[in-house]
């Protein structure tokens, strides 16, 4: 029997896409992987100028405002930006009104909530050292400005992206993160410490929405209450909403618990390797939760289809995801002598379990998208029940046996090192968790999940450490200096060694999931890929 999904072959099997609709997903895909690629690409210069300009402790501190933010901003934008991707164009006009003034409700009062905090900070430094950390208040004023834009942009970002204008979107994502590259460098480079961190997200947003007023993306009715009552709206958004205030424990508010325990340089430090061991998931994850969600929306009821397409996102996934994360702790190492020459050297060892715990949270964040797309509201809270169990477990555990190994004195272990090795293993295990279920939920068999959940994250690591330790050795037989150049060498030698390896085990390994994910990728991908891997 043949089984179709949109994502896959076009459409359900009872509605099959048009060649334009098809055209159009083409398109998209593209788009925002170029896009996405480009803002991921910018944010790693960012992070590059960020360790040559700031010190640790200025780091730390907008790490401390971004978790002091998890708690102010709880319930970030009521949960609408979870349920906007999934709401198809001809039900939208009618949608946006009341989706813009109720997450602006909730925006407006995060706001509010944060200015109040400012105004505490000198009465907790008492309690909260970190509440006399430089900058602190600027940081979080900032913070502030951004709340009350993002309010304005987000209701015409989700029009343009539920009416598949994925080009125009990512235009303006690269624009917007070439601005971000700029800004930063300039505050840093002229001493301005944390604010270099904040600014950017204050200015990009204010250019997008003027942006979004000049190109039809900013109608009358989307500022204007449609449709639902109050009470009808409160009920359909709880779940989306709980998902909200659940995202925003998990990914800020652990900042705040390790604020409290460690120093701030210490808590730059993590927040430098958390930030880098996610760069991946933030790449895959934002590109293709809007990708993935406005076309499996219309697989909505096809039981068939939807398990298809979750099936074979989830297989995709557990190949090609540890593939990138993984490798970013093999090439650190070498790249952080190079570009920083030895400034953050302190996170080597941890940023492997940070990388292991971000393969698996990066491909349930892939699942996410089809989970919207299907409106399985309560099953996203429950992902992200299984995230925050991950990071603020990993932070509390870690602070705790940082303080149980600094009351006998000197500590016998790194802090960072341990805050990294307790954060990458509840990771590791809250996302191993939720993928299972999920996948019995569409009724994966057993062996099946075990296999995909084992052999390519298995295959990333070995291949990772196999490239470094080739590596290493070239080096030393080579007899290289230990500076810049030296560095800069091996890191060429780990990384061809490493994309050969890889390229070699997926082909000969895992050839029948190679193929059915090539061919699902447009043309151009397409061709490409089957160049690479030898697939004709």
Same mark, same amino acid.
């Given at each position: 029997?043949?089984?179709?999904?949109?994502?896959? !072959?076009?459409?359900?099997?009872?509605?099959?896409? !048009?060649? *334009?609709?098809?055209?159009?997903?083409?398109?998209?895909?593209?788009?925002?992987?170029?896009?996405?690629?480009?803002?991921?690409?910018?944010?790693?210069?960012?992070?590059?100028?960020?360790?040559?300009?700031?010190?640790?402790?200025?780091?730390?501190?907008?790490?401390?405002?971004?978790?002091?933010?998890?708690?102010?901003?709880?319930?970030?934008?009521?949960?609408?930006?979870?349920?906007?991707?999934? $709401?198809?164009?001809?039900?939208?006009?009618?949608?946006?009104?009341?989706?813009?003034?109720?997450?602006?409700?909730?925006?407006?009062?995060?706001?509010?909530?944060?200015?109040?905090?400012?105004?505490?900070?000198?009465?907790?430094?008492?309690?909260?050292?970190?509440?006399?950390? *430089?900058?602190?208040?600027?940081?979080?004023?900032?913070?502030?400005?951004?709340?009350?834009?993002?309010?304005?942009?987000?209701?015409?970002?989700?029009?343009?992206?539920?009416?598949?204008?994925?080009?125009?979107? &990512?235009?303006?994502?690269?624009?917007?993160?070439?601005?971000?590259?700029?800004?930063?460098?300039?505050?840093? !480079?002229?001493?301005?410490?944390?604010?270099?961190?904040?600014?950017?997200?204050?200015?990009?947003?204010?250019?997008?929405?003027?942006?979004?007023?000049?190109?039809?993306?900013?109608?009358?009715?989307?500022?204007?209450?449609?449709?639902?009552?109050?009470?009808?709206?409160?009920?359909?958004?709880?779940?989306?909403?709980?998902?909200?205030?659940?995202?925003? $424990?998990?990914?800020?508010?652990?900042?705040?618990?390790?604020?409290?325990?460690?120093?701030?340089?210490?808590?730059?430090?993590?927040?430098? @390797?958390?930030?880098?061991?996610?760069? *991946?998931?933030?790449?895959?994850?934002?590109?293709?939760?809007?990708?993935?969600?406005?076309?499996?929306?219309?697989?909505?009821?096809?039981?068939?289809?939807?398990?298809?397409?979750?099936?074979?996102?989830?297989? &995709? /996934?557990?190949?090609? %995801?540890?593939?990138?994360?993984?490798?970013?702790?093999?090439?650190? *190492?070498?790249?952080?002598?190079?570009?920083?020459?030895?400034?953050?050297?302190?996170?080597?060892?941890?940023?492997?379990?940070?990388?292991?715990? /971000?393969?698996?949270?990066?491909?349930?964040?892939?699942?996410?998208?089809?989970?919207?797309?299907?409106?399985?509201?309560?099953?996203?809270?429950?992902?992200?029940?299984?995230?925050?169990?991950?990071?603020?477990?990993?932070?509390?555990?870690?602070?705790?046996?940082?303080?149980?190994?600094?009351?006998?004195?000197?500590?016998?272990?790194?802090?960072?090192?341990?805050?990294?090795?307790?954060?990458?293993?509840?990771?590791?295990?809250?996302?191993?968790?939720?993928?299972?279920?999920?996948?019995?939920?569409?009724? %994966?068999?057993?062996?099946?999940?075990?296999?995909?959940?084992?052999?390519?994250?298995?295959?990333?690591?070995?291949?990772?450490?196999?490239?470094?330790?080739?590596?290493?050795?070239?080096?030393?037989?080579?007899?290289?200096?230990?500076?810049?150049?030296?560095?800069?060498?091996?890191?060429? @030698?780990?990384?061809?060694?490493?994309?050969?390896?890889?390229?070699?085990?997926?082909?000969?390994?895992?050839?029948?999931?190679?193929? @059915?994910?090539?061919?699902?990728?447009?043309?151009?991908?397409?061709?490409?890929?089957?160049?690479?891997?030898?697939?004709?």
């Amino acid at each position: 029997m043949t089984v179709c999904s949109s994502l896959y !072959s076009g459409g359900a099997c009872a509605a099959p896409m !048009s060649p *334009p609709l098809r055209q159009k997903r083409t398109i998209a895909i593209i788009a925002t992987t170029l896009a996405s690629v480009v803002a991921r690409l910018s944010a790693l210069v960012s992070q590059v100028i960020v360790g040559w300009y700031l010190t640790e402790e200025q780091v730390g501190t907008f790490a401390v405002a971004i978790g002091i933010m998890g708690v102010t901003a709880l319930f970030r934008a009521g949960g609408t930006a979870l349920v906007m991707p999934s $709401i198809r164009p001809a039900n939208y006009d009618n949608a946006a009104g009341r989706m813009f003034w109720w997450g602006s409700t909730f925006l407006l009062l995060s706001a509010i909530a944060t200015a109040g905090t400012i105004g505490l900070l000198p009465t907790l430094e008492s309690h909260f050292v970190a509440a006399a950390l *430089p900058g602190l208040p600027a940081v979080l004023w900032l913070m502030v400005g951004r709340q009350v834009v993002f309010a304005m942009t987000t209701v015409s970002r989700m029009r343009m992206s539920v009416d598949l204008r994925f080009s125009e979107l &990512a235009k303006l994502d690269v624009a917007s993160a070439l601005m971000r590259i700029a800004l930063t460098w300039w505050m840093a !480079s002229t001493g301005m410490g944390a604010v270099a961190l904040a600014l950017p997200q204050v200015i990009t947003p204010v250019v997008e929405f003027v942006y979004f007023a000049f190109c039809g993306a900013c109608k009358r009715s989307d500022f204007r209450w449609q449709g639902m009552a109050f009470r009808e709206m409160a009920r359909f958004m709880k779940w989306p909403m709980i998902a909200a205030v659940i995202n925003t $424990i998990q990914g800020q508010l652990n900042f705040l618990v390790l604020g409290i325990a460690i120093p701030a340089s210490t808590l730059g430090l993590f927040y430098f @390797a958390f930030q880098l061991a996610n760069q *991946p998931t933030m790449l895959l994850t934002s590109a293709l939760q809007n990708v993935l969600a406005p076309f499996l929306a219309r697989d909505r009821g096809n039981r068939i289809a939807e398990q298809v397409g979750m099936e074979r996102v989830f297989a &995709a /996934a557990m190949l090609f %995801v540890p593939v990138t994360t993984v490798a970013t702790a093999s090439f650190f *190492p070498t790249l952080e002598l190079m570009v920083w020459g030895g400034k953050w050297s302190a996170i080597n060892g941890g940023l492997y379990f940070l990388c292991i715990g /971000a393969t698996y949270a990066t491909i349930a964040g892939i699942l996410t998208g089809p989970l919207l797309g299907l409106q399985r509201f309560k099953a996203v809270a429950g992902f992200e029940v299984g995230k925050m169990a991950g990071t603020i477990g990993g932070a509390v555990l870690g602070a705790l046996l940082v303080w149980l190994d600094s009351t006998n004195g000197t500590p016998r272990y790194e802090p960072i090192t341990v805050i990294c090795v307790t954060t990458g293993a509840t990771m590791t295990i809250a996302s191993l968790t939720q993928l299972v279920w999920i996948m019995r939920q569409y009724k %994966v068999s057993p062996r099946d999940i075990v296999q995909h959940l084992t052999f390519g994250p298995a295959l990333a690591l070995l291949t990772a450490l196999a490239a470094q330790s080739i590596g290493h050795s070239l080096r030393e037989s080579m007899v290289l200096s230990e500076g810049r150049l030296g560095a800069g060498l091996e890191f060429i @030698a780990v990384a061809t060694i490493y994309c050969t390896l890889i390229i070699l085990g997926v082909r000969f390994t895992a050839e029948e999931t190679l193929r @059915a994910t090539v061919e699902i990728l447009p043309a151009p991908a397409r061709r490409f890929l089957h160049r690479v891997f030898v697939l004709d």
